[in-house]
């Protein structure tokens, strides 16, 4: 499997990565872009799982089911559908090269990004098969957010076929999108739109410092959100709870756990008030806060256990509250409501 390189080191996103030099940008076809994993490994010690040839399958309680939830395995190229908030597995979604971010829409539709395919495939709630797909014509898509107001659809591209990515907007998620970039923000992870329709999108600088952009509504430029009352390692979930905004950190304080940050938002400022840590829970790329839960899934590799998919308390973390085995590197995590 082809992937870029770094320094001759492999920056693992969750088992790839990046070469980007000098930008002697060199990206081979196929090039997989994992946004999980945290450390820096060598490209030797990775090793990738066959895919999931098995085909779709639901259950039919996942139509009825009031909420489902929807975790991608990039470890076994499937999408795991459970119900809420029994974690009971519903359905099983395969086909995917890369399945990564998701988010979801007013409708209950989920948008899974397939990254190695730049491909976005929507999903109807307890379906089978793909309602629709969208073409990401300019790089790599990781993840997406859904504006509820209007149903634009945000694409993050970890970074474009010329070097820094960006971030596509398609109007009501359909036809050719409008692109956007911050000039200090090299690669995009994570994003999430506030209730008045501004874009905030987590990432990394070209020398891999953490930054946040936002994309005022209505605005054509993107610019830097300044992080105050903390720091932030490696970009995570970029989610708002009402008027707060939750930022996670897959590697929290340089350390083999993750954790989730409350921030109040002033123009271009987010504070950081309130730290939740993750007890033992590695690599948490993607969570939905919903009903004081958050739910998602955590890619093991640092000893603490297996992988799995979780619930914790929100705002306390600590330990699983319930937990779901059978994922193998979960990244996206999206909830559908019927």
């Known amino acids: 499997m082809s992937m870029l390189r ?23 076809p196929n090039l997989p872009t994992l946004v999980n994993s945290s450390r820096i490994v060598p490209e030797a010690a990775m090793t990738f799982a066959g895919p999931d040839r098995e085909e779709s399958w639901m259950s039919p309680e996942a139509a009825k089911a009031t909420n489902l939830l929807y ?64 073409l990401d014509p300019t790089g790599y898509p990781v993840a997406c957010a859904v504006d509820l107001r209007n149903g634009n659809l945000a694409v993050s591209n970890i970074f474009d076929f010329s070097g820094a990515g960006g971030v596509l907007v398609y109007r009501h998620a359909a036809g050719t999108p409008r692109s956007y970039s911050n000039p200090h923000q090299f690669f995009y992870y994570f994003a999430g739109y506030n209730s008045a329709g501004d874009l905030y999108v987590s990432g990394q600088t070209y020398s891999h410092a953490f930054i946040l952009s936002r994309l005022p509504k209505g605005r054509g430029v993107m610019s830097t959100v300044s992080i105050t009352g903390g720091s932030i390692d490696f970009p ?65 590799h640092c000893g603490h256990g297996v992988s799995s998919t979780d619930v914790w308390a929100f705002p306390g973390g600590g330990n699983p509250i319930k937990r779901a085995g059978g994922v193998e590197q979960p990244v996206g995590a999206a909830i559908s409501p019927r």
């Open 236 to 300: 995570g979930t970029v989610q708002w709870v009402r008027s707060t905004l939750v930022l996670g950190d897959q590697k929290c304080r340089d350390s083999k756990s993750s954790c989730l940050y409350e921030a109040s938002v002033s123009g271009r400022t987010a504070k950081i008030t309130h730290l939740t840590r993750f007890i033992d829970a590695c690599d948490v790329a993607q969570v939905q806060i919903r009903d004081s839960r958050i739910i998602g899934g955590e890619y093991e």
């Open 71 to 134: 975790i991608s395995d990039i470890g076994r190229y499937i999408v795991h559908v459970y119900t809420l908030p029994a974690l009971k597995l519903v359905g099983k979604l395969t086909g995917f090269s890369q399945p990564q971010g998701e988010c979801s829409d007013a409708r209950g539709n989920v948008w899974i990004a397939d990254s190695n395919t730049r491909e976005l495939f929507e999903y109807a709630h307890g379906g089978k098969a793909p309602i629709g797909a969208l």
């Open 6 to 28: 770094f320094n001759q080191r492999a920056l693992a996103l969750t088992a790839t990565l990046a070469t980007l030099a000098g930008c002697n940008v060199n990206v081979a």
